[in-house]
């Protein structure tokens, strides 16, 4: 008898406790995401101006300012294949397919994601942490450590493009600055960060990433190319970003910027030079709702823009530094304005229509000495699509869509065609 009691109090102190030990356990949540992108995607033969779509090579540009009337690259350049049309089949693992969890203990908490992509020649690829950060939840505001998205993130459309790439108008109008490791403040709708910068590497003989090397015009390279490269690299800052956010109602509004520098150091003729790179773009960005009907938005204004957003504009040609080595290392910064329109009308709670248009344009000054050389591109991208949701977290998005990439406008020189390219996709997605 004694044992059963002693026994039994045992079990209502194991009981008692049980609560205090559930608190102390962390929530974990997970999720995924699968998804494919199956789409045609047609290119015209003048985007071989490109090296490839959306890889634009920066020869044209030598040409143009240098020599005149440019040649178009041929379609697959490098292997002698004619100027032509390309057409191709897209089957593949969409690009922001997933897998992460949530974690919450108390006032702690954090999230890791992962992402896989596939290889066009077989395979697996590109396997990478998106998202790895933990929170603090301090009673005012969150303490963010770790790879989160910058503050510069207000997401206004669903389109995909071709590709199947974001799925969210990334690299065509919508604000983005990618997911970067970071300390980020968040209060409110207020966030301040101190970014990770773009190029983060102190190397030699130009082995760094192209986004902040400087486009040559002297030799139609970039200057990290091994045939104009530069001594060394110095990240002398974080990247800084800063956002808030007006939550109205059923309506938001957006103000966000984001800022990159760095200082690449070149051997000249009268010694050792300085270029410094500073990187900056500002956006502005609105969702409106009214009934079953919205109205989103952005609009974005940008300084070297490659060198301070992750998600620069795809097919921009003007959008870096220009640098002439054959004129002391002169420097000219290029501008770059975005605009989209993204209209939607949700006809029942698993359907809905959007459409959208974007408008781009990038500009640049030769630094060359002499006459003042600009060069100019604009950008116009069209699209329409459906959201299907025939079952609870499984949907069906049809998508149709048109590039224009107009003219690349030298002073002086013949108008180089661009070309177009239209896609017709289907983005399958199931949550689980």
Known sequence: MKKLTVLCVALVLVFAALPALAQDKAEWSFYGQARMWTAWESASAETANYANVFGPT??????????????????????GMPQQDDDELAWKLGGTARIGANVKWGNIGGEFQYRQNENPLGGDFLATTALLYGYWDFGPGRLIVGKDWSPYHFITSDMCGPGGGECSGVGFGTIYGGRRSQLKLRMGGFQFALIEPVTRSTNAAGTA???????????????????????????????????????????????????????????????IKDIDVDSWILGLGWKVAFGPFYVNGALQYSNNVTGSTNASPLGMIPRYQFIDSTNNYNTEDSTFYSAQLVLGFNLT?????????????????????????????????????ATWSPAKNVYIVPEFGVIDATKFKVTGRNDVDLGSLWWLGIKWQINF
């Open 58 to 79: 920066f020869f044209a540009l030598a040409r143009a300012m240098r020599a005149g009337n440019s040649q178009a690259l041929g379609w697959n350049p490098g292997f």
């Open 209 to 271: 990433g192209v986004p902040n090397a400087p486009f040559d015009v002297a030799t139609g390279n970039f200057l990290a190319a091994p045939a104009g490269g530069y001594l060394d690299t110095d990240q002398t800052l974080p990247a800084i970003s800063a956002a808030y956010t007006f939550n109205l109602g059923p309506s938001q509004l957006y103000i966000g910027g984001l800022y990159n520098t760095l200082t690449h150091e070149v051997s000249t003729a009268t010694g």
């Open 349 to 385: 709670s698993t359907f809905k229509l959007e459409g959208g248009v974007i408008w781009e344009t990038a500009s640049a000054d030769s630094p060359s000495a002499g006459p003042s050389i600009s060069a100019d591109q604009d950008y116009w991208t069209y699209y329409l699509l």
